[in-house]
């Protein structure tokens, strides 16, 4: 047994229930952040695809590769948001080597 | 997620879902059975006050026959070129009466594919000479290209004014062709052209060509008007297609629909979809309320899907033939849980989204 269950996705409404007003002003928020604004809902979409990949959130990348489809998105569109989660996930891993380089050059210069 | 390899109707392959009553069963078990999810009947008495009755008729909608040249995977109709059912010319008179007596306003006609009835330029004259204020055909698109006798459809739609309703689920090939067919999308893209061609969906141009998006997979349609928006850009960019607007349908968990959401063990999550989507102001203005369905033996059904379900109308008078203008005045109309289609979301009618 997984300590991830996909129905649990549809259980993500209750946290309100254990606090009614810290679960309505996250939802407000949430469903604020996705309106159409200065980037498209399709955009935003895409990045949420993005950063659910980057975050490893089994639900987030359920949710948001259904949300994906419904918006007409197509799959290569959705590999290339996870490969910009991707790069910049090994980049920032990669960009601390310049630590590491520091370190040895002040250690053992 | 498999996509199941459709090549002939339930009905050819002698499926068990092929029999309404299976269908029904299904829909009726489940998350409905053990109580986990709300009846649409009780969700619609809950934000309606009182249960779906017709009020008027603006749309007759005939179905001219189950044959079609294609075999789309999600098919609630389980047509396709094994499909024999065709209307007779007697029950197309006897719809011809009922647009000459009541206040229909729109006859919509759909298959099928229903240029392939033999008698379909015949009524669509006859409709016109009515004077019907508006003739929808659905048009597959591919049947245009499919036969020397059918390529000269655009002129003959042209010169009726029909309103063209085509679908396209996707402005790529490959999602489309995976729905509708090897090769649907090439011949749908020369279809939509030699209806731009005569003038169809053409800036300045009163001749209307409209497009169906119904999902390619177990997921419900995005915002109509963006989808809208998208397929106008590709499809221009793309292949210097224009069209009017885009229909946004929901698949109905019926038919050879329901045969893939199981086969791909996605029913349960779809239904629960459907269930959670449920927007009370698209249950005010679902088609059903103003439509009427006529089989092509002119049987009546408060819908299409309902017709595919073999769920005829409340009332003793079934037939075309009995038509009188009560019958769409506060007559109870039929439910399932298929019902939930049309209410999810923006909600889902055979005009697209209903809020």
């Given at each position: 047994m997984s300590y991830y269950d996909p129905k649990d996705l549809r259980k993500f409404?209750?946290?309100?229930?254990?606090s009614e007003s810290l679960g309505e002003k996250f939802f407000d928020y949430y469903n604020s952040v996705f309106k159409?604004?200065?980037?498209t809902p399709r955009e935003k979409s895409l990045i949420a695809l993005a950063v659910a990949h980057t975050e490893m959130c089994p639900y987030c990348i359920d949710a948001y590769t259904k949300d994906g489809l419904e918006r007409g998105i197509t799959k290569e569109e959705m590999m290339e948001a996870v490969h910009v989660g991707a790069a910049i996930k090994s980049g920032a891993t990669l960009v601390h080597g310049v630590m590491m380089m520091n370190k040895v050059n002040k250690l053992d210069s | 997620m498999s996509q199941t390899k459709v090549l002939q109707s339930l009905h050819k392959r002698q499926?068990?879902?092929?029999q309404t009553e299976r269908q029904l069963k299904i829909l009726e078990d489940g998350i409905f059975a053990n109580g986990d999810a709300p009846k649409f009947g009780h969700k619609i008495q809950q934000s309606l006050g009182g249960p779906l009755k017709t009020v008027n008729l603006d749309i007759l909608q005939v179905?001219?026959?189950?044959?079609?040249?294609q075999v789309c995977a999600h098919c609630h109709v389980d047509a396709g070129p094994d499909r024999k059912e065709i209307m007779t010319k007697e029950t197309m008179e006897h719809c011809l009466k009922v647009m000459e007596s009541s206040a229909v306003k729109t006859l919509d006609l759909t298959g099928?594919?229903?240029?392939?009835?033999?008698n379909f330029r015949w009524f669509v004259t006859q409709a016109k000479a009515r004077g019907v204020n508006e003739i929808i055909v659905r048009s597959n698109l591919t049947i245009i290209v499919a036969n020397k006798k059918y390529h000269d459809l655009p002129e003959f739609f042209a010169q009726q004014q029909v309103h063209v309703v085509s679908s396209m689920p996707h402005w790529t090939k490959e999602k489309t062709d995976r729905q509708r067919g090897s090769g649907v999308f090439e011949d749908s893209i020369k279809a939509l052209k030699m209806l731009n061609d005569v003038g169809?969906?053409?800036?300045?141009?009163s001749l209307t060509l409209d497009l169906v998006y119904n999902p390619s997979g177990a997921f419900l349609p995005g915002d109509q008007e963006a989808l809208c928006q998208d397929f106008k850009e590709r499809l221009d960019q793309s292949f210097g297609i224009k069209f009017n607007g885009l229909f946004a349908l929901t698949n109905l968990p019926i038919s050879r629909f329901l045969d893939y959401l199981i086969a791909s063990d996605n029913y349960e999550d779809y239904m629960w979809a459907l269930v959670e989507s449920f927007n009370p102001a698209a249950a005010q203005a679902v088609?059903?309320?103003n439509t009427l369905s006529v089989s092509w033996e002119g049987y009546l059904f408060d819908c299409d899907f309902n017709q595919m379900l073999q769920m005829?109308?409340?009332?003793?008078?079934?037939h075309i033939a009995q038509?009188?203008?009560?019958?769409?005045?506060g007559r109870l109309i039929k439910i399932s849980q298929h019902c939930y289609g049309c209410t999810a979301g923006a909600g889902s009618s055979c005009q697209g989204a209903v809020t």
């Open positions: 409404g209750r946290i309100t229930e254990w159409d604004g200065a980037l | 499926s068990p879902l092929a179905n001219l026959g189950y044959m079609c040249n099928g594919a229903p240029e392939m009835n033999p169809y969906g053409m800036p300045g141009s088609m059903c309320l005829p109308i409340n009332d003793s008078r079934q038509y009188q203008d009560d019958l769409m005045q």
